[in-house]
């Protein structure tokens, strides 16, 4: 490998982190993943005149194909579809590992060159391969899960954790039986094999709820995956872009850890959440709550002065968003201050809500973050909550025995009055049953988010 | 061969500190973008495609490469472009108070 070009790689790698360091605020993010892009055309087009390479065909099917499905895929995906993607996205990222370092094992021996192998070099190639299969199998898993492919719900089994260690321990014996003679293909194949295996299992237990975490990790891994292929190719560009997207995936799944008050290892292996949401029976007894109609509600919110809005996923699923920007629209228009509060774990990944209410158009400096918005709601004169549940549900602060306890959650019960669309008075994803519906200063709006919305903007209209 | 893996090694290790510097500090608002874009860096295997795709006149190498090379660009056309379509959604609020 010339030296001139890897000092284009290198360029490559500080373009990636100097397009990661803008991707951090609103104002340069564009241009942040504009510099991310010219890295990797940089990268790619100094790749294709390295002398080594030989012939064109394979490589211009390769990209054309790969090109015009990823291309398309960016076009047509729905917003709310984002997580799915981008664990699909993952997945590609992680056969691409597990191809290349089988790829260039299967050369080396064909050519003869097996007894050369290090140890070293068996270690980094059944790594990338490993890392590389359990990321694409288990992204396959979590988009099925998220896709509605599979239910939601944890699969578990008695021996599920041992029979994960057993499959790494049985693995890492084949890695050392191919230092003994590195010409045993089908050993290869067993470990894509076990690493498949490995792959499904570890992702099956984990319920549809704790999502983001999965997908922040499966991030982390695709980049470990990039990683190990470039000790493999002993290619500096990839440990370095690998070692990056590892230790972003790595950030995500903390901050979601901690916005669900849940260690990394209970969400992997607790498989909480028994079921979806919406095979719930309603346990609460709806004489017991103050019912209001879309008329009522709608002259309370137009003699408010503040509102602080507190948006869930039932409201992308129902996909009352845009209606919903109307309505703070109108609000604002008669001089209510309105903003959004935004729970981090809304959503289905990391971020999701913002991007919903963005495509919505609702401006970006009205979503507020959880701790800055929390101390505000005591302030306020309605908190409207629309397709949330766990995250407002006051028994994380104050009730030991819930299972939702100690998790950090927006302080709708502060606000003067509360306002809760919602179907039913059936508990979230945590299977809690939520005390603030029964408290006398809430109004229960039931009915489906965008019908309600819409109804209270055609209200707030004739008023 | 040793000293080459060792220098791989100190070279990962410091990229990933280097990772948790930059990001850290991403605020929620843009987590999403901030993962499909990384997501895409992460298609840098490309290069490796590329490299098994091309190089080499063993068939079977280059078919896995080529594979290879299909899964690496949809992780990097498709993880850049849909960043961009979610990063142009977010726009700042127009002159609210007249």
Same mark, same amino acid.
Do not use: W
């Given at each position: 490998?010339?030296?001139?070009?890897?000092?284009?790689?290198?360029?490559?790698?500080?373009?990636? @982190? $100097?397009?990661?360091?803008?991707? /951090?605020?609103?104002?340069? *993010?564009?241009?942040?993943?504009?510099?991310? &892009?010219?890295? !990797?055309?940089?990268?790619?087009?100094?790749?294709?005149?390295?002398?080594?390479?030989?012939?064109?065909?394979? @490589? $211009?099917?390769?990209?054309?194909? /790969?090109?015009?499905?990823? *291309?398309?895929?960016?076009?047509?995906?729905? &917003?709310?579809? !984002?997580?799915?993607?981008?664990?699909?996205?993952?997945?590609?990222?992680?056969?691409?590992?597990?191809?290349?370092?089988l790829s260039e094992y299967l050369a080396d021996v064909e050519r003869g060159e097996a007894f050369l192998f290090s140890n070293e070099l068996i270690i980094t190639i059944v790594l990338s391969i490993l890392i590389g299969t359990v990321t694409f199998f288990g992204s396959l898993i979590a988009f099925a899960k998220l896709q509605g492919l599979m239910s939601g719900a944890p699969i578990v089994f008695k021996g599920q954790q041992a029979t994960n260690a057993l499959l790494l321990l049985v693995t890492f014996a084949l890695a050392y039986m191919l230092m003994q003679d590195a010409s045993q293909i089908e050993l290869i194949y067993v470990i894509i094999g076990l690493a498949a295996v490995l792959g499904i299992l570890s992702v099956i237990p984990i319920g549809g709820a704790d999502m983001p975490v999965v997908i922040s990790l499966l991030n982390s891994y695709s980049g470990l995956a990039a990683a190990a292929t470039g000790?493999?190719?002993?290619?500096?560009?990839?440990?370095?872009?690998?070692?990056?997207?590892?230790?972003?995936?790595?950030?995500?799944?903390?901050?979601?850890?901690?916005?669900?008050?849940?260690?990394?290892?209970?969400?992997?292996?607790?498989?909480?959440?028994?079921?979806?949401?919406?095979g719930q029976m309603a346990r609460g007894d709806k004489s017991k709550v103050t019912e209001y109609s879309a008329e009522d509600a709608a002259m309370v919110l137009d003699s408010a002065s503040s509102l602080i809005i507190v948006p869930g996923y039932g409201l992308a699923v129902a996909q009352a968003q845009h209606v919903l920007q109307e309505l703070a629209q109108i609000l604002m228009d008669r001089g209510v201050k309105v903003r959004y509060a935004i729970h981090?774990?809304?959503?289905?990944?990391?971020?999701?809500?913002?991007?919903?209410?963005?495509?919505?158009?609702?401006?970006?400096?009205?979503?507020?973050?959880?701790?800055?918005i929390n101390e505000d709601f005591q302030n306020t004169d309605i908190a409207l909550v629309i397709g949330a549940n766990d995250v407002i549900n006051p028994a994380a602060r104050t009730d030991k025995d819930s299972p939702l306890y100690g998790m950090p959650i927006l302080n709708v019960d502060q606000a003067k009055s509360v306002m809760i669309v919602k179907r039913s008075l059936s508990p979230g994803f945590a299977g809690v049953d939520n005390s603030l519906f029964y408290d006398p200063k809430t109004m229960m709006l039931f009915g489906d988010a965008k019908k309600m919305v819409t109804d209270l903007v055609k209200e707030l209209k004739d008023l | 061969?040793?000293?080459?893996?060792?220098?791989?090694?100190?070279?990962?290790?410091?990229?990933?500190?280097?990772?948790?510097?930059?990001?850290?500090?991403?605020?929620?608002?843009?987590?999403?973008?901030?993962?499909?874009?990384?997501?895409?860096?992460?298609?840098?295997?490309?290069?490796?495609?590329?490299?098994?795709?091309?190089?080499?006149?063993?068939?079977?190498?280059?078919?896995?490469?080529?594979?290879?090379l299909i899964c690496a660009t949809i992780n990097v056309v498709g993880g850049f472009m849909v960043t961009d379509r979610m990063l142009e959604m977010f726009k700042k609020e127009k002159k609210q108070e007249k």
């Open positions: 490998m010339s030296v001139l070009i890897d000092s284009f790689y290198l360029l490559s790698a500080v373009l990636f @982190i $100097i397009g990661l360091k803008n991707l /951090g605020s609103p104002k340069t *993010a564009r241009k942040g993943n504009l510099y991310a &892009m010219i890295g !990797m055309l940089i990268a790619i087009v100094v790749t294709l005149i390295d002398k080594s390479i030989l012939h064109y065909t394979y @490589i $211009i099917a390769g990209i054309v194909v /790969g090109g015009a499905i990823g *291309a398309y895929a960016a076009k047509v995906v729905e &917003m709310t579809s !984002m997580p799915q993607m981008v664990a699909l996205f993952n997945g590609f990222g992680g056969a691409a590992s597990t191809f290349v370092a000790f493999v190719l002993n290619n500096n560009v990839l440990i370095i872009s690998g070692a990056l997207v590892g230790a972003s995936g790595l950030i995500l799944t903390n901050i979601m850890c901690k916005a669900m008050n849940r260690s990394l290892a209970n969400v992997l292996f607790a498989a909480v959440g028994t079921s979806d949401s919406s981090p774990v809304a959503g289905r990944m990391p971020g999701h809500m913002n991007v919903l209410l963005a495509e919505a158009n609702v401006p970006y400096d009205l979503l507020v973050e959880m701790d800055d | 061969m040793d000293g080459t893996i060792l220098i791989s090694i100190y070279i990962f290790v410091l990229a990933i500190f280097v990772g948790f510097e930059v990001i850290t500090k991403v605020p929620p608002l843009l987590h999403t973008p901030l993962m499909s874009g990384s997501n895409a860096i992460s298609g840098i295997t490309i290069v490796g495609a590329i490299i098994s795709a091309g190089a080499g006149d063993y068939q079977l190498s280059q078919i896995l490469g080529m594979v290879a």
